[in-house]
């Protein structure tokens, strides 16, 4: 029976001698090593893309006139219209010509910030060649200053057309990766389309992944 018990004793003592020496070889063979490093790089890292633009025209620019705008730009691939769309709720904005903007500027308070911590004004203005835009939202509407201002310089409110360009031939799920242009490629349109007198703002619908 003593022989038998010193036998077991022995056989344990061997057994985990050999899993502390087997261990740290599994743990730090290259194969192992090298199988927590791909976790990162199986896949690559695409970084902003777009999958449309939001685009802002002037009241009363047709479907006609927004495709032809279109056309004449280089959009780098197949894309889909969507007129007079209403995802970002009404945008209104006022037009006002080179000879009235001293004089808007003049005015105090009607444009101030609406929070005194961002020095942003209530009315974002937009700069064209010949004239530039104020940018109001519903909530601007109801401002008593600005109205009175408006009404002052003999300036209209009217209502943006905003319109939304999916890229992409309408044969696939807009979401997919293959339907999406770089952020560099959005910029470059971005860029090229605000340089038309008949659109106020281009914002690319920016997709992560």
Same mark, same amino acid.
């Given at each position: 029976?003593?022989?038998?018990?010193? *036998?077991?004793?022995?056989?344990?003592?061997?057994? $985990?001698?050999?899993?502390?020496?087997?261990?740290?070889?599994?743990?730090?063979?290259?194969?192992?090593?090298? !199988?927590?490093? !791909?976790?990162?790089?199986? %896949?690559?890292?695409?970084?902003?893309?777009?999958?449309?633009?939001?685009?802002?025209?002037?009241?009363?620019?047709?479907?006609?006139?927004? &495709?032809?705008?279109?056309?004449?730009?280089?959009?780098?691939?197949?894309? $889909?219209?969507?007129?007079?769309?209403? *995802?970002?709720?009404?945008?209104?904005?006022?037009?006002?010509?080179?000879? &009235? &903007?001293? +004089?808007?500027?003049?005015?105090?308070?009607?444009?101030?910030?609406?929070?005194?911590?961002?020095?942003?004004?209530?009315?974002? @203005?937009?700069?064209?060649?010949?004239?530039? *835009?104020?940018?109001?939202? @519903? @909530?601007?509407?109801?401002?008593?200053?600005?109205?009175?201002?408006?009404? %002052?310089?003999?300036?209209?409110?009217?209502? !943006?057309?905003?319109?939304?360009?999916?890229?992409? +031939?309408?044969?696939?799920?807009?979401?997919?990766?293959?339907?999406?242009?770089?952020?560099? +490629?959005?910029?470059?349109?971005?860029? @090229?389309?605000?340089?038309?007198? %008949?659109?106020?703002?281009? !914002?690319? +619908? *920016?997709?992560?992944?």
């Amino acid at each position: 029976m003593m022989n038998r018990s010193i *036998y077991k004793i022995l056989f344990v003592a061997v057994f $985990i001698a050999f899993l502390i020496l087997l261990i740290p070889l599994v743990l730090f063979t290259p194969t192992h090593v090298d !199988s927590e490093m !791909s976790i990162d790089t199986e %896949k690559p890292v695409q970084g902003v893309r777009a999958g449309g633009l939001f685009i802002e025209f002037e009241d009363g620019t047709t479907e006609p006139e927004v &495709k032809a705008i279109l056309e004449n730009c280089n959009m780098t691939r197949s894309c $889909i219209l969507e007129y007079n769309v209403d *995802y970002m709720g009404n945008i209104y904005y006022v037009k006002v010509d080179d000879d &009235k &903007k001293d +004089d808007l500027r003049k005015e105090k308070n009607w444009n101030d910030p609406i929070n005194p911590e961002i020095p942003e004004p209530r009315f974002p @203005e937009i700069e064209k060649e010949n004239c530039s *835009y104020l940018i109001v939202s @519903e @909530e601007g509407l109801k401002d008593e200053t600005f109205l009175k201002v408006m009404e %002052k310089y003999n300036l209209q409110v009217e209502k !943006s057309v905003v319109c939304y360009v999916l890229f992409g +031939d309408g044969s696939q799920n807009w979401n997919k990766p293959e339907n999406w242009i770089p952020e560099k +490629d959005a910029t470059r349109i971005k860029n @090229e389309l605000e340089m038309n007198e %008949k659109i106020l703002t281009v !914002s690319p +619908d *920016y997709i992560e992944g």
